[in-house]
């Protein structure tokens, strides 16, 4: 796995060809080349579940935040990781199940996330508990992470712990 390929490259260069036997200085130029990074191989693929309050308090500049930074995400997800959102106000919904970071998939998300609206009033438990039963059911070790109020936040690294 760590052959020649994979080693670090040293060259080293000197100011002049040839130096005189009573030269105590030299001025060299050391380069180090690394190997080529292939991120697909050497990261680990993560499953992601976004729970976000959608209710009636997250109205306005609170909720497009929140919905800014879900799309950033999804653009920096890789096609081998997984995604999905779970939205609560009154109401549980999950605008788009757990899905591989694909193009196609990432636009189609992208899409879901920027036709969120605010609600009614906040169904922190029901979200919370719907985002831990996607996780569980995956088949993997990642928790829920809480978007939106602090409280869904608080509940979901608590759940991860």
Known sequence: KDGPARAVKLSVSSEYEQYATATTEATLCAS???????????KTPVDVCVVLDVSGSMMGEKLELCKKT???LISQLRHMDTLTLVTY??????PFKLVA???HHKAS??????AINSGSSTNLSGGLLRGMEIMNGRGGGAAAAGAGDAA???AAAAAAA
């Open 32 to 42: 180090l080349v690394a190997p080529p990074f292939d991120e697909d191989k050497q």
């Open 70 to 72: 879900l799309e950033f």
């Open 89 to 94: 106000d009154t109401n549980v919904s999950e």
């Open 101 to 103: 970071m694909t193009a």
């Open 109 to 114: 998300c992208q899409a879901k996330v920027k």
């Open 152 to 154: 869904a936040a608080d």
